[in-house]
T-cell receptor, first 115, second 117 residues
Framework: AQTVTQSQPEMSVQEAETVTLSCTYDTSENNYYLFWYKQPPSRQMILVIRQEAYKQQNATENRFSVNFQKAAKSFSLKISDSQLGDTAMYFCAFMKSQGAQKLVFGQGTRLTINP | GAVVSQHPSRVICKSGTSVKIECRSLDFQATTMFWYRQFPKQSLMLMAT?????????EQGVEKDKFLINHASLTLSTLTVTSAHPEDSSFYICSASPAEGAQDTQYFGPGTRLTVL
């Protein structure tokens, strides 16, 4: 079974700073997808960024980028120029590329951006 | 963009009653829908996967007779919590995977807060 681990329950940074959220996972699969989701106080899940395991290039979406280390099974999220609206719970998630499209979530990291 | 709605957004019921939660894909057809449960300050736990026209697949430890799932059309899945008890109080979230497009895509509903008195 796949597991996803986020070792930082909470993080706090000042506005405009850069912050990196950690995520590691365990799987025997070779092809899979990795995601970072954001859950603001509204509790609506929002996709931040996705990475396909067979792609070596790290995904980027504006201020959000990942550091995907397949051999180390690590998938960290970097938020640059952090904004107050980035305050939320962030969940790392794993999905196998074959079979049922189940998402396996990490425990989450509560990120607070301070003014 | 793809929108998934849930109804009701919050519900309070008495212990022993049944509650139905609807999940609708508003502008796309969803072959697969997923139901998650989220306790306060915790992560999302997958309860079951439902495919249109077939029986749902439940995760280990989830009582299928207690959490009835029906996926009668390509735009609607329902979760019925039968004989609800206070320990069933939680935040229930659905997601939908479109029939067309990237197979890894899931769009999430806004969630339903269930409180059982």
């Amino acid at each position: 079974a796949q597991t996803v681990t986020q070792s930082q329950p909470e993080m706090s940074v000042q506005e405009a700073e850069t912050v990196t959220l950690s995520c590691t996972y365990d799987t025997s699969e070779n092809n899979y997808y990795l995601f970072w989701y954001k859950q603001p106080p509204s509790r609506q899940m929002i996709l931040v960024i996705r990475q396909e395991a067979y792609k070596q290039q790290n995904a980027t979406e504006n201020r959000f980028s990942v550091n995907f280390q397949k051999a180390a099974k690590s998938f960290s999220l970097k938020i640059s120029d952090s904004q107050l609206g980035d305050t939320a719970m962030y969940f790392c998630a794993f999905m196998k590329s074959q079979g049922a499209q189940k998402l396996v979530f990490g425990q989450g990291t509560r990120l607070t951006i301070n003014p | 963009g793809a929108v998934v709605s849930q109804h009701p957004s919050r519900v309070i019921c008495k212990s022993g009653t049944s509650v139905k939660i609807e999940c609708r894909s508003l502008d796309f057809q969803a072959t697969t829908m997923f139901w998650y449960r989220q306790f306060p300050k915790q992560s999302l736990m997958l309860m079951a996967t439902s495919n249109e026209g077939s029986k749902a697949t439940y995760e280990q430890g989830v009582e299928k007779d207690k959490f009835l799932i029906n996926h009668a059309s390509l735009t609607l899945s329902t979760l019925t919590v039968t004989s609800a008890h206070p320990e069933d109080s939680s935040f229930y979230i659905c997601s939908a995977s479109p029939a067309e497009g990237a197979q890894d895509t899931q769009y999430f509903g806004p969630g339903t807060r269930l409180t059982v008195l």
